[in-house]
């Protein structure tokens, strides 16, 4: 049996008529004290935008940086600071000069505030955790945590979901989801972030938590296939409060982080569960197009998450049948699609890759989500570390033109400089490689290797050790990039 690592580590039912779960509260004294502090102040020194939640401000891993400094020096962007992080692959969170990190050290969970700037400690929250992983991989956090104003989300591989003040880390409301919706525990456990989305004067945020009926658990760990979802693949919770709003799909959970996109005009959650794509109405759970994309093996499993440009939505998968292009805006054999009220409509597909394409021949996205820009789509192609390599391909046509070998499964952001449009890209192995936006070759403009100035860790002062899984975040010119053991600030606008 070979299972290759999900770095996030990475039929349908109606929305919920089976009985609310409360979340559990902090005590009353407590919730009254946090009902008075208004969102902490920002502590940037510059102007810029935040990146709070997995896949930055858009859910497309696109940063509007439009002056970042290129080409990069010859040691790389300056290293602004660099801290020490324990075992999980989650990127952080960072907001209001804020970056929040989530992380595992011996039986604990750990969250963290610093200073975004300078990595100062501003308060450090922890729990006990038994979390063990099915195969093997480490045992901390896979789902970025998400600031929402002055509130924070984690959501652990064990399933709780947890919202905590930004300013201070005083928990709110928590949510055991494993108990409440009776979980089997995924392949890595818990890997997809939250989504929060603004309904009306609510706030929600949704989650992938795939609930079964009691008693499911498999006579073995592994065999998820004799597992069957109930009505809870996909969950809301209030965001002030953590009651349940709404609860969609039986489908299992994934590791594909939902995410928000404009499809026929009007905002959908779009969500790709293990078997199933889904497009949610986001303020009732209501299922409007479904979409079954899934390579037919036991274990096998679904990570990046869709990239949606007008009303087509583009789901790529590693394990089997590869890339799929839907369009969501007409109307669906089963149902009336966007512009009507039916439910269950089936999307056009309007290209697929061809059966047995190999990851130069097509976009076979593990876990790092690609990225659009003008008609192309950037990102890693590949199942296993050996035979990973960065491509682009053709939006429409699905064809690589261009590809590059080394990078392992990297991940990739796209960021503006006076020079043009680039790829800031993080290969698995500690590379850090800025790479031009540009669909007809390939063009490395830098790469680097960031080093410590002073008191120099292991293996020659570098900073970065695979493996590096989680995806770069940029806000307000800085770049934050996670390896084992490491986080590190570099300043992309120092020229």
């Given at each position: 049996m070979r299972l290759a690592a999900a770095a996030v580590l990475w039929l349908q039912t109606g929305p919920g008529t089976a009985p609310v779960a409360a979340a559990e509260p902090v005590p009353r004294a407590a919730r009254e004290t946090m009902s008075q502090k208004a969102e902490p102040p920002s502590l940037w020194s510059r102007p810029g935008e935040d990146w709070s939640g997995f896949l930055g401000p858009t859910g497309n891993g696109r940063s509007s940086l439009a002056d970042m400094a290129v080409p990069w020096p010859a040691a790389g962007p300056r290293v602004a600071w660099h801290c020490e992080v324990g075992e999980g692959y989650c990127a952080p969170a960072v907001a209001l000069g804020r970056a929040v990190v989530f992380d595992r050290t011996g039986d604990k969970i750990r969250v963290r505030c610093l200073e975004a700037e300078s990595g100062r400690p501003i308060w450090e929250q922890s729990y006990p955790t038994a979390y063990a992983d099915t195969f093997g991989y480490d045992g901390g956090p896979r789902a970025a945590p998400v600031i929402a104003g002055d509130r924070l989300l984690t959501y652990d591989p064990e399933g709780r979901l947890e919202c905590r003040s930004l300013a201070d880390g005083t928990s709110l409301w928590?949510?055991?989801?494993?108990?409440?919706?009776?979980?089997?525990?995924?392949?890595?456990?818990?890997?997809?972030?939250?989504?929060?989305?603004?309904?009306?004067?609510?706030?929600?945020?949704?989650?992938?938590?795939?609930?079964?009926?009691?008693?499911?658990?498999?006579?073995?760990?592994?065999?998820?296939?004799?597992?069957?979802?109930?009505?809870?693949?996909?969950?809301?919770?209030?965001?002030?409060?953590?009651?349940?709003?709404?609860?969609?799909?039986?489908?299992?959970?994934?590791?594909?982080?939902?995410?928000?996109?404009?499809?026929?005009?009007?905002?959908?959650?779009?969500?790709w569960m293990r078997d199933d794509f889904l497009a949610v109405d986001p303020a009732t759970g209501g299922i409007l197009h479904a979409f079954r994309w899934r390579a037919d093996e036991l274990f096998s499993a679904v990570a990046a998450s869709p990239v949606a440009a007008g009303n087509?939505?583009?789901?790529?998968?590693?394990?089997?049948?590869?890339?799929?292009?839907?369009?969501?805006?007409?109307?669906?054999?089963?149902?009336?699609?966007?512009?009507?009220?039916?439910?269950?409509g089936t999307p056009t597909v309007l290209r697929q890759d061809p059966a047995g394409?190999?990851?130069?021949?097509?976009?076979?996205?593990?876990?790092?989500?690609?990225?659009?820009?003008?008609?192309?789509?950037?990102?890693?192609?590949?199942?296993?570390?050996?035979?990973?390599?960065?491509?682009?391909?053709?939006?429409?046509?699905?064809?690589?033109?261009?590809?590059?070998?080394?990078?392992?499964?990297?991940?990739?952001?796209?960021?503006?400089?006076?020079a043009g449009d680039h790829l800031v890209v993080l290969g698995e192995f500690g590379d850090l490689v800025l790479v031009k936006a540009d669909p007809a070759r390939y063009e490395e403009v830098s790469r680097a290797r960031p080093i410590a100035a002073a008191e120099p860790p292991a293996r020659g002062g570098e900073l970065l050790a695979p493996p590096c899984w989680a995806a770069p975040v940029v806000a307000h010119g800085y770049l934050y990039v996670r390896g084992k053991g490491r986080l590190v600030c570099l300043d992309l606008l120092s020229p």
């Open positions: 928590r949510v055991d989801t494993a108990a409440e919706y009776h979980v089997v525990q995924n392949f890595f456990g818990v890997g997809a972030a939250p989504l929060v989305v603004a309904c009306g004067t609510e706030r929600l945020v949704v989650v992938q938590v795939g609930g079964s009926r009691p008693g499911s658990r498999p006579p073995a760990p592994e065999r998820l296939d004799l597992v069957k979802g109930l009505d809870s693949g996909l969950v809301a919770f209030d965001l002030a409060t953590g009651r349940e709003r709404w609860r969609s799909s039986g489908q299992l959970a994934s590791y594909s982080g939902p995410v928000l996109a404009e499809i026929g005009g009007r905002e959908l959650v779009l969500a087509e939505v583009l789901l790529s998968e590693t394990y089997g049948p590869g890339s799929v292009l839907l369009d969501l805006g007409g109307k669906g054999p089963g149902g009336e699609g966007l512009g009507g009220q039916g439910l269950g394409s190999r990851p130069s021949q097509a976009l076979r996205a593990h876990w790092g989500t690609p990225v659009h820009r003008d008609g192309h789509v950037y990102g890693s192609s590949g199942r296993n570390a050996g035979d990973a390599i960065l491509v682009c391909a053709d939006w429409k046509t699905g064809g690589i033109t261009w590809s590059e070998p080394g990078l392992g499964r990297a991940s990739v952001a796209l960021v503006g400089s006076r």
